[in-house]
């Protein structure tokens, strides 16, 4: 490995630098493309470092940004390009990420957020040190709905008329059934949750996903992600196995490990 190159100097009115991370400035590191192709660098302010690409303005500039982000294609792009940076950062040595889409038009205006913001980056890194982030979630065994074909709930009336009272009474039971696993489901995800805590840094509970970008049909009930000492990544990973087999009510997905996008946020607005 070898220290990073300093980034092109950004003068032209045209250019801007996209930031991917903050890490130390002695850090050495392969030189990598990021977004849109540009060799990336650093830009240095004392003892931290700013990791950054040239970009061009008029595809990346605010009005431009303001468009792109709302195109999913382009959007999915960017992020896997951005976090390619940072995971190929972070086998280097402690990484702060920094918020998609972060553009300065300077490398003045680059190392300007270093200094201003140079407590809370070295608090940060004191957080994350030796440290990686792993993500859990956890989705129902079983849906807590049932849905029924049209045609086999209309032969289902069909056959019932006359017997509207007890299709109400089956369906009521089914209601009750899927309402008793869906909290079954929950308990079980708070039990696993404060397992895995019990084995972490610390821990951030995030939205559960819709199934359209989770990608799985099955209901999620918990999306969480956990701090882990590096050292102590071996029995985290028991621990989601341990908790799998503890749990029928769930299916657990273990993700990592990853750059900790959860636990080293610092406001650094481009």
């Given at each position: 490995m070898r220290p990073w190159k300093p980034v092109m100097r950004a003068v032209a009115e045209d250019m801007g630098l996209w930031a991917y991370a903050v890490i130390n400035a002695s850090t050495p590191m392969r030189s990598v493309a990021g977004i849109a192709g540009g060799m990336v660098g650093t830009v240095v302010a004392g003892d931290l470092a700013a990791v950054a690409s040239p970009v061009d303005l008029a595809d990346y500039g605010e009005d431009a940004l303001r468009r792109n982000l709302e195109h999913l294609p382009w959007l999915e792009a960017a992020a896997r390009a951005h976090?390619?940076?940072?995971?190929?950062?972070?086998t280097a040595g402690a990484v702060?990420?920094?918020?998609?889409?972060?553009?300065?038009?300077?490398?003045?205006?680059?190392?300007?957020?270093?200094?201003?913001?140079?407590?809370?980056?070295?608090?940060a890194f004191d957080r994350?040190?030796?440290?990686?982030?792993?993500?859990?979630?956890?989705?129902?065994?079983?849906?807590?709905?049932?849905?029924?074909?049209?045609s086999q709930a209309t032969t289902e009336l069909r056959s019932e008329r006359g017997s509207g009272a007890?299709?109400?009474?089956?369906?009521?039971a089914r209601l009750a059934a899927s309402e008793q696993a869906r909290k079954v489901a929950v308990a079980s995800a708070r039990d696993v949750h404060a397992m895995l805590s019990s084995?972490?840094?610390?821990?951030?509970?995030?939205?559960?996903?819709?199934?359209?970008?989770?990608?799985?049909?099955?209901?999620?009930?918990?999306?969480?992600?956990?701090l882990v000492?590096?050292?102590?990544?071996?029995?985290?990973?028991?621990?989601?196995?341990d908790a799998a087999v503890g749990s029928p009510a769930l299916q657990l997905e273990l993700t990592g490990p990853w750059?900790?996008?959860?636990?080293?946020?610092?406001?650094?607005?481009?």
């Open positions: 976090h390619g940076v940072i995971a190929e950062a972070a702060v990420p920094l918020r998609l889409a972060t553009v300065y038009r300077t490398e003045a205006g680059l190392a300007g957020m270093l200094v201003r913001n140079r407590a809370d980056f070295h608090l994350i040190q030796g440290r990686s982030e792993w993500g859990v979630k956890a989705y129902a065994a079983t849906a807590t709905v049932t849905s029924r074909p049209a007890q299709y109400l009474s089956q369906r009521k084995v972490s840094v610390a821990t951030d509970l995030h939205q559960p996903q819709d199934p359209q970008l989770s990608g799985r049909r099955d209901r999620m009930i918990m999306n969480g992600t956990y000492d590096d050292q102590a990544s071996s029995e985290f990973t028991a621990a989601v196995r750059p900790p996008y959860s636990f080293a946020a610092v406001a650094a607005e481009g």
